[in-house]
């Protein structure tokens, strides 16, 4: 455990070297965190929900309303509309999230494991739909839906809901979906040049990989 924790703490601290060192200076630096506040406040509480959701605590879905509500705002601004919707998603899932681990209070570890074609159905479901919403985003050039980017709006947009409603019921792969995706969207803010997202997809990364392994012990332990 030690072990991990010393991982996930180095990889934490070098991907914030690297952000702070892209050479801005500190009035540069002001100006970009005074327009972004809306970005640094919904990653601050999305890395509250991923830490408690790790540890399966209930308090996990309150974090995820509040950084829903301030996430769907900065991509509103940031004109990824399928994002701002997928927050509208999250709220939902949090509060059957809350119903449905409130349920379980006393088996708070049933951990679940999907077999290797329902997965592969979840995946191929996930893809078809992004290329579905691709067509209809392009459709929508020059409205107020427009998106800048269709593609990765739909791929972040169905590939974070998928794993998002299979942590609400507690399914192990939930987690290695959430791996592919947060590397596909650290690189993809890194383009964009939005850094704070930039930085909690990177962060996730060791996190839901910790995720993984604590819920593959939870789930061993109980077979």
């Not at 994002?83 to 809350?98: D, E, K, P, R, T």
């Amino acid at each position: 455990m030690k072990k991990i924790n010393f991982i996930i703490a180095s990889i934490i601290l070098a991907q914030s070297i690297y952000l702070i060192s892209c050479n801005w200076n500190p009035i540069n630096n002001y100006l970009f965190f005074q327009n972004h506040i809306y970005e640094f406040l919904g990653v601050l509480f999305s890395i509250i929900y991923v830490i408690l959701s790790i540890k399966q605590n209930i308090f996990c879905w309150p974090a995820l309303t509040v950084a829903a509500m301030l996430n769907g705002y900065a991509f509103y601004l940031i004109e990824l509309p399928l994002q701002s919707i997928m927050q509208l998603f999250f709220i939902s899932v949090a509060i059957s999230g809350w119903r449905a681990w409130g349920k379980n209070e006393t088996s708070q570890f049933l951990v679940k494991k999907l077999n290797l074609r329902k997965v592969s159905f979840w995946i191929f479901i996930g893809l078809l739909l992004t290329f579905i919403l691709e067509q209809i985003l392009l459709q929508l050039e020059n409205t107020s839906f427009e998106s800048k980017f269709p593609f990765f709006d739909s791929l972040m947009f169905m590939f974070n809901i998928i794993p998002m409603y299979m942590t609400t019921k507690k399914v192990i792969q939930s987690w290695l979906i959430f791996i592919v995706i947060d590397i596909i969207s650290g690189f993809f803010y890194l383009y964009t040049g939005d850094y704070f997202y930039c930085f909690l997809f990177f962060f996730y990364i060791p996190f839901a990989t910790y995720g993984y392994l604590n819920w593959k012990k939870y789930l061993n332990e109980t077979n």
